[in-house]
């Protein structure tokens, strides 16, 4: 069961009144299996479905599902015992790793390596717009936007709905 806010507006009312966990605390994260950058942004250890939320200011549900949480996101935590100074996948699951934890600092620094080492590295790009954009830096985040635009329209176009759900 998928619903997104896009595809089923009146569907997606159901699940309005489930609020987004604390920014500032660790997000349960699990990957929305239609999606390259959707994950759930309620409490970890949560009941009930899945739910992504988006908006740059109020946080609207964007999309419900309730698969099998892709497992990414627990081994991420696991990567940075040696962590090789110039793979740029294990940069980019470490900042996944500090996102989660809510780290976005700590997790901009590891995006912004892996970009360093991979330039044209889509993931990592993204990544970095959305722990620019939960850390409250919307121009750096905005600036990310841009590039990572212009390495992946459909992966940006992605990203947008996410953050301007209304
Ligand atoms: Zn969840």
Redesign the pocket.
């Known amino acids: 069961m998928i619903i997104n806010r896009k595809d089923n507006p009146e569907e997606i009312k159901k699940y309005e009144h489930i609020r987004r966990g604390p920014m500032d605390f660790p997000h349960?994260?699990?990957k929305c299996p239609n999606s390259i950058i959707v994950t759930?942004s309620?409490n970890i250890g949560?009941s009930g479905p899945?739910?992504a939320h988006g908006g740059w200011f109020t946080p609207h549900v964007y999309t419900v599902w309730d698969e099998d949480?892709e497992p990414n996101y627990q081994e991420s935590s696991k990567v940075s015992p040696g962590l090789k100074p110039n793979d740029a996948e294990a940069h980019y699951n470490l900042g996944k790793a500090y996102a989660k934890s809510g780290d976005y600092q700590k997790s901009i620094e590891s995006y912004k390596e892996a970009i360093r080492i991979k330039p044209d590295y889509t993931d990592a790009h993204c990544g970095l717009v959305i722990s620019y954009h939960l850390s409250g830096n919307g121009s750096s985040a905005k600036e990310e936007y841009k590039i990572l635009e212009g390495l992946d329209k459909k992966m940006a176009d992605e990203l947008l709905n996410l953050l301007r759900a209304k």
């Open positions: 349960c994260f699990a759930c309620r949560h899945h739910v949480p």
